[in-house]
């Protein structure tokens, strides 16, 4: 069963260092997100990518905060100079083209735990 | 803004013993509501997706439910295997929004 794919699993940097966090969605979908989960909270959406541009980012992706999909298989996310409060599990989701309305279901990878001490 | 709020923050149940989630949410204008299932370590995985109010939706042992303020989940005769956090999440009107807002979820966990 096709899956979204992430890496690292676990990441640990220092403050002020930049971090890239990769996804491979599944291959036929064209819908890019972003979310994360700050331990003990709730899911919280960052981006979404379509086309090859930004469709919508919440509050949270600020400036240091940016998206890309340098190839045909990847998508990933960039977080120039970390912070204390940027540890969170971050996952990457995709899903299909084809749909004129949203139906919600996204595809998950397992996520990328970032540690920023 | 728009809130989504879910209860209990856990549960604990017996095997067989039925019960149900529930999610209130407050919102500008509903899209859609969902429900995932996340287990420990892992990304939320889809479940359902209810559009409108007296809107119904099953699978196994779920069984999800959709009013004007919120939406429930009911579990009936779960098993071990049904434990998990189980997150709500909306999709609000507006533009081309597609980012979906989640709740922090029921922590399930079904004993034998």
């Known amino acids: 069963e096709p899956e979204v794919t992430q890496t690292p699993s676990h990441q640990v940097t220092q403050m002020g260092q930049e971090v890239i966090l990769r996804c491979v969605p599944i291959?036929?979908?064209?819908?890019f997100y972003w979310y994360r989960q700050i331990l003990g909270q709730k899911v919280e959406f960052l981006v979404s990518?379509?086309?090859?541009?930004?469709?919508?980012k919440s509050e949270i992706f600020d400036d240091q905060f940016s998206v890309e999909r340098p190839d045909g298989s990847n998508f990933t996310l960039k977080i120039r100079s970390t912070k204390l409060e940027d540890s969170a599990m971050y996952f990457c989701?995709?899903?299909?083209?084809?749909?004129?309305?949203?139906?919600?279901?996204?595809?998950f990878g397992e996520g990328s735990r970032l540690t920023v001490l | 803004e728009d809130q989504v709020t879910q209860s209990p923050e856990a549960l604990r149940l017996q095997e067989g013993e039925s019960s149900s989630l529930n999610c209130s949410y407050t919102?500008?204008?509903?899209?859609?509501l969902f429900w995932y299932r996340q287990d420990p370590g892992k990304g939320p995985e889809f479940l359902f997706t209810?559009?409108?109010a007296g809107e119904e939706k099953e699978k196994e042992r779920l069984k999800a439910t959709l009013t004007k303020k919120e939406s429930f989940l009911h579990i009936t005769a779960p098993k071990p295997e049904d434990s998990a956090t189980y997150l709500c999440?909306?999709?609000?009107?507006?533009?081309?929004?597609?980012?979906?807002?989640f709740g922090k979820g029921t922590h399930l966990i079904i004993q034998p």
């Open positions: 989701a995709s899903r299909p083209p084809g749909l004129a309305t949203f139906t919600g279901e996204l595809f």
């Open positions: 291959s036929n979908h064209l819908y």
């Open positions: 990518f379509y086309n090859n541009e930004i469709s919508e």
């Open positions: 919102v500008s204008g509903l899209r859609g």
């Open positions: 209810l559009y409108s």
């Open positions: 999440a909306v999709l609000v009107a507006g533009g081309g929004a597609d980012g979906l807002t």
